[in-house]
């Protein structure tokens, strides 16, 4: 069965500070997304990769890096937290083909205070 | 780039009642189409996937109807139960290389017994 694995599950940052969100996949999947989801919202692209050293900027990627050190490990960091990135954040993996879904990880709630 | 509108954001039913929930989509290029469900504090599971034109997919107690010529993607839950209640997204994606998803706001679907 496909497994996304995201650590840690709830983080509170203070502003100004750095976080890192990491998120491992078992799928050999060459495909990663970091997405945020808001209410109203629904999800939204951060970052994603189509393979280890490879990272792509999303539909929101300000104040937010990626890292994809490997085909496993896919990581979104946070340099200067801010408030307005309190918010859930799920990582996803899918294989190259677009006609396969996406598994998702059980997301991190992240709070900035 | 692709704009995914999901109607309705919130939506109350008795149970046994139908569900409809509705996206359109910008892009004619979008070749895949999915619907997850979220349920309380959880991830983002698969409900089903569907690709081809004006295609009726049925799973359990839902069916997937797929318009492309009027670039519109529903899911019925035709006999509602209160273990559907959860939050539904759309996700469409456009393939050709491009491997990004994008998804609707999601709908909040309460059934009430």
């Known amino acids: 069965e496909a497994a996304v694995t995201q650590s840690p599950r709830n983080k509170v940052a203070v502003t100004g500070g750095k976080v890192t969100l990491s998120c491992n996949q078992t799928?050999?999947?060459?495909?990663m997304y970091w997405y945020r989801q808001d209410t109203g919202h629904g999800l939204r692209l951060i970052h994603y990769?189509?393979?280890?050293?490879?990272?792509e900027k999303g539909d929101i990627p300000d104040g937010y890096k990626a890292s994809r050190p490997s085909q496993e490990n896919f990581s979104l960091i946070l340099e200067l937290a801010t408030p307005s990135q309190t918010s859930v954040y799920f990582c996803?993996?899918?294989?190259?083909?677009?006609?396969?879904?996406?598994?998702f990880g059980k997301g991190t709630r992240l709070t900035v205070v | 780039g692709e704009q995914v509108e999901q109607r309705p954001p919130h939506l109350s039913v008795r149970e046994g009642d139908s569900a409809v929930i509705t996206c359109t989509y910008t892009?004619?290029?979008?070749?895949?189409f999915f619907w997850y469900k979220q349920e309380p504090g959880a991830s983002l599971q698969l409900l089903m996937k569907v690709f081809s034109s004006t295609e009726i997919n049925e799973g359990q107690g839902f069916t997937v109807l797929l318009n492309k010529k009027d670039k519109r993607l529903s899911l019925n839950l035709t006999a509602a139960h209160p273990g559907d209640s959860a939050a539904y997204f759309c996700?469409?994606?456009?393939?050709?290389?491009?491997?990004?998803?994008?998804f609707g706001a999601g709908t909040r679907l309460k059934v009430i017994a």
């Open positions: 996700a469409v994606s456009a393939g050709t290389g491009n491997y990004k998803y994008v």
């Open positions: 996803a993996s899918g294989d190259r083909t677009a006609n396969t879904e996406v598994f």
């Open positions: 990769s189509y393979g280890a050293g490879s990272t």
């Open positions: 799928n050999n999947h060459n495909n």
């Open positions: 892009d004619p290029n979008s070749y895949y």
